[in-house]
């Protein structure tokens, strides 16, 4: 009897975490919390407890937090098994275990996958072995890289003018260091906010004393005999000197391990249902292997269904806490995913946080405050709808923004808003480079507050 | 005979002692409008979420619609002075409260308050000693209020001393925040009112005055010294907020830390704990904020359109009451809202209010209540209550016992 089965595994069933980061602790808390009181087993390639990514683009290169002392906070106790410092290598799906780079396997009942993203590095081999060429995703990173700020290099050169290389290029600068930034768009934070805010971000790098580079690209890193970088050569052809160059080209997913295993899993990330449980190769859902936080790919209902990879620390968290509901729940008890993007970042002490999905909206309008302050909610829209929406240093008016988009409310924002400015009263093209829309569908929206008692409101299209 | 409208039973005194049944019935109805011209009334917890992010709702008093105006409008209350930031909308808001907050904390002033600590601890101590032989003390004007008051001045640059002259001043202003009074405004009574505040103003006005001329270490003189990107504050700006922050700097914690007290009395298991642990007070004082938070009704918002809430359309202008209390124990959000239980795996509470306006003193009031409740926990032998409920002060919107007697067998 399958529902037997459920209540065995939650009792005396093995669970098996890869990936003991954010999405792992946070997934073995929740087991625990929901009556797990099988065999957990954590397993995870770096040979550190969890700790937290966010500060390492941040507060630890500041030396306000050490990159070593960024440990997630237990929530509760876990009683796990961690096997950490060994990476997974491989997966027999028939046989329900996990193999070991060290050799050894490990069964389980249930498995949940939370394997994440890596930096993705510098393409040229040779070149990015170079010393004094970084990239920024774990605590080895970052602690590599402080100390080599610390010694005071003549100039910083970072590749790629996303959120990560954004912040870091604000650390720099608040440490007194040279700073050259090169981006192939037209500015910074474009592929996740449109050219409207980039603009906005673009100001706040140069008026920080960030050299931008923009619509250029990085065609080569030169390094002098003794194998330290020393210069950066632009497809402008221009050459800036720089002793360390910082990598910032996004990310790459985690799947290399499950190659051959059957399960759904590339370089998009490892596909899976809005209940977190895993496709195969053939795109049928398994009933035992799971997936959480940035390596998972899940669709969204309030997104058109689109399949959405979201490397956000929020996600991973409600994605891990839903994942490990529904490992030992029935059928019907089961939750959807239904997380509300959202993002934060912090650059030149400007706070911005995103909810929503930018990039899918074709339109903004600036519904409180002024760009020209830097201070303002942005909120974009498609097809009449409010899709996301964005603030620099006014995060507290968010959480109304994010209700908004789950009841699917009507754009242009026509209502009075405080502190509504004259430049805020019609919509603007976003001005997203690459727009990839998805296909005009009927309209989904959330209701509910709490994780448990959120539901889906389906409206279908008019025509 | 018939029943009094719910929200006036709420401000009415016979029922300050445990007005929780009265919020419960309130939630039945999530918007809550019974006589013409009175408030709209919000009490689940994610209503008032909402509206305190809502950027529809305002804290100007400017925007109630005529028709609601209580007759204590801007230009009555104020007393010459212009309204402080908490009754002020963005911009303006938030140029002025950036300005007080780069006084108090980071990243301009990262460790004012944690550096306080050592104070802070000394200032506990001392009240206790001064305890002395009695085996009963009132625990509100031997400790609850003098303790945070001291400690507003320090922080401020008030001289302790003064005490006496600026509660004359502060009682009457306090009282204009309470529903009840305000509807029963007399002239008389508003007339006290913009006195006080005048006074009071005058009063902070030379200590800012020789704060310019010779600025020291107290938030004073940084607020009349502010050079920041936001520039600086007129007098009338420095002013406001100094009666603010004097004013929110310690009736809150008063009643914060009496609270504490007597829910700590009626549960000896959770003070036995404390005794042993005295971290167990951070857990401690965020469950207090959501069981028993001292504002428990905040008052002064106004949409300004119409904003439609669970089916009901509040029209511009009206006044809304964001029942904060009743949110708090609200069992949509809450398992057993009513049990005190500081083992609550998430105690996001309202205590603090959200949204842009929420409490700019949370972290010095969090830890002058940590430090007061482990220390009373600690020092106290088999402390009682005498009087079960205490006698009450007469605030709906601020409310905490106005005596809290504490008998015990003796100091450790
Ligand atoms: C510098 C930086 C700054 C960030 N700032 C923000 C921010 O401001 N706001 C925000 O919302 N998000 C931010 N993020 C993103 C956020 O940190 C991630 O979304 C979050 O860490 C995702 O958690 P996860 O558990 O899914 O993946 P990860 O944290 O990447 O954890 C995956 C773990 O699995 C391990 N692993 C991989 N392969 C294997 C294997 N085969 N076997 C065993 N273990 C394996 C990895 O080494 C890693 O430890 C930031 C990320 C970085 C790197």
New binding site residues.
């Given amino acids: 009897m399958p529902a037997d089965h459920v209540e065995w595994i939650r009792r005396e069933g093995r669970i098996v975490i ?7 602790l946070r997934a073995a808390e929740t087991l625990r919390a929901e009556g797990f009181t099988g065999e957990l087993t954590l ?4 040979p550190y407890e969890p700790y937290d ?2 500060p ?3 507060a630890a290169l500041l030396g306000m937090a050490s990159p070593r002392h960024t440990e997630l906070p237990h929530r509760r106790e876990i009683d796990a098994k961690w096997r950490l410092g060994v ?3 491989g997966l027999d799906l028939s046989a329900k275990r996990v193999r070991l780079a060290d050799g050894d396997e490990v069964e389980y009942d249930r498995l949940l996958i ?5 930096a993705r590095p510098w393409p040229k081999e040779a070149e990015a072995r170079l010393d004094g060429v970084f990239l ?3 605590r080895d990173d970052a602690t590599r890289l402080l100390q080599k700020l610390k010694a005071g290099p003549r100039r910083v050169f970072i590749i790629g003018a996303g ?2 290389g954004c ?1 870091v290029a604000s650390a720099c600068r608040e440490m007194g260091l040279q700073v050259t930034m090169a981006e192939r768009a037209g500015a910074p934070l474009v592929g996740a906010l449109g050219g409207v805010i980039g603009a906005v971000a673009a100001d706040l790098q140069t008026e920080n004393g960030v050299d931008l580079r923009t619509r250029v690209t990085v065609t080569a890193l030169e390094g002098d005999t003794s194998g330290r970088v020393r210069a950066v050569h632009l497809s402008d052809e221009s050459v800036v000197e720089a002793d360390v160059v910082v990598v910032s080209l996004g990310s790459l997913r ?1 799947t290399e ?1 499950l190659t051959g295993s059957g399960l759904g899993a590339g370089p998009r990330g490892i596909a899976c249902d809005a209940g977190c449980r895993a496709f195969d190769f053939r795109g049928i859902v398994t009933d035992d292997v799971f997936v ?4 998972a790919r899940s669709p969204h209902a309030l997104f058109g269904y689109q399949f959405l990879s979201l ?6 968290v409600a994605q891990a806490e839903t994942a490990a509901h529904n490992m030992i729940c029935r059928g019907a008890d089961r939750r959807p995913h239904l997380w509300t993007p959202a ?3 912090s650059q030149f002490r400007v706070n911005i946080k995103s909810v929503g999905v930018p990039p899918m909206g074709d339109q903004i309008m600036i519904t409180q405050g002024s760009l020209a302050e830097r201070r303002f909610v942005g909120v974009y829209g498609y097809q009449g709808r409010v899709i996301a929406a964005v603030s620099f240093d006014n995060n507290r008016w968010l959480e109304f923004y994010r209700r908004q988009i789950e009841r699917g409310a009507p754009f242009p924002v026509e209502f009075p808003t405080m502190d509504r400015r004259p430049e805020g009263r019609q919509p603007v093209p976003a001005d997203f480079p690459d727009p990839s829309l998805p296909t005009h569908g009927p309209t989904v929206t959330l209701s509910g507050y709490s994780p448990a008692d959120q539901q889906l409101v389906f409206t279908p299209a008019r025509h | 005979m018939t029943q009094a409208p719910l929200f006036r039973q709420i401000t009415d005194f016979a029922n300050r002692a445990d007005p929780y049944p009265l919020y419960t019935e309130l939630r039945r109805t999530p918007v809550l409008h019974e006589e013409e011209g009175g408030p709209y009334v919000v009490s689940s917890y994610y209503d008032i979420e909402a509206l305190l992010h809502d950027p529809r709702v305002s804290s100007d008093a400017a925007n109630l619609a005529a028709s609601e105006d209580d007759g204590l409008g801007m230009g009555d209350e104020t007393g010459g002075l212009p309204p402080s930031f908490l009754r002020l909308d963005p911009p303006e808001h938030d140029r002025l409260r950036r300005i007080a907050n780069s006084a108090f904390g980071p990243p301009h002033q990262p460790r004012r308050i944690e550096n306080m600590r050592g104070e802070l601890d000394g200032i506990v101590t001392g009240l206790i000693d001064g305890f002395g032989d009695a085996r009963e003390v009132d625990l509100v004007d031997q400790f609850a209020y003098p303790f945070p008051v001291t400690v507003i001045c320090r922080l401020l640059g008030v001289p302790r001393e003064d005490e006496p002259r600026f509660r004359s001043w502060v009682d009457p202003l306090v009282a204009t925040l309470d529903p009840d009074t305000r509807r029963s405004a007399d002239p008389e009574f508003v007339k006290t009112a913009q006195e006080s505040r005048m006074q009071l103003g005058m009063y902070l006005a030379g200590l800012v005055e020789q704060r310019t001329k010779e600025p020291q270490d107290d938030v004073l003189s940084d607020l009349a010294n502010s050079r920041g990107p936001d520039g600086a504050m007129t007098m009338m700006e420095v002013l406001s907020t100094a009666v603010l922050l004097l004013i929110a700097g310690h009736e809150t914690t008063v009643n914060l830390i009496t609270n504490g007290m007597l829910t700590l009395l009626r549960h000896p298991e959770v003070l036995g704990r404390l005794r042993e642990d005295p971290g167990l007070s951070v857990r401690i004082v965020e469950e207090l904020l959501r069981y028993e938070p001292p504002v428990q009704i905040v008052p002064q918002r106004t949409c300004i359109t119409d904003i439609e809430l669970r089916g009901t359309t509040i029209p511009k202008g009206s006044r809304i009451w964001l029942m904060i209390a009743a949110g708090n124990r609200d069992p949509e959000r809450f398992k057993e809202p009513d049990r005190f239980d500081p083992d609550r795996e998430d105690i996001q509470h309202l205590g603090f209010g959200s949204g842009i306006h929420s409490c700019f003193g949370a972290p010095l009031a969090r830890l002058e209540t940590q430090i007061a409740l482990s220390e009373l926990a600690r020092r106290l032998e088999n402390p009682r209550l005498v009087e079960d409920p205490p006698p009450y002060r007469p605030n709906a919107v601020l409310r905490g016992p106005r005596h809290l007697n504490v008998a015990f067998d003796g100091l450790r």
Wanted: glycine residues 14%; charged residues 20%; proline residues 4%.
């Fill in positions: 890869v990936g003991a980061s954010l999405a792992g397993i995870g390639d770096e990514r966010p390492l683009s941040k990476p997974a290598s939370a394997t994440g993203v890596r920024l995703r774990t959120f990560a912040e985690n391990w959480a936080g940035d390596v490397e956000h620390w929020g996600n991973a993002f934060w970042s």
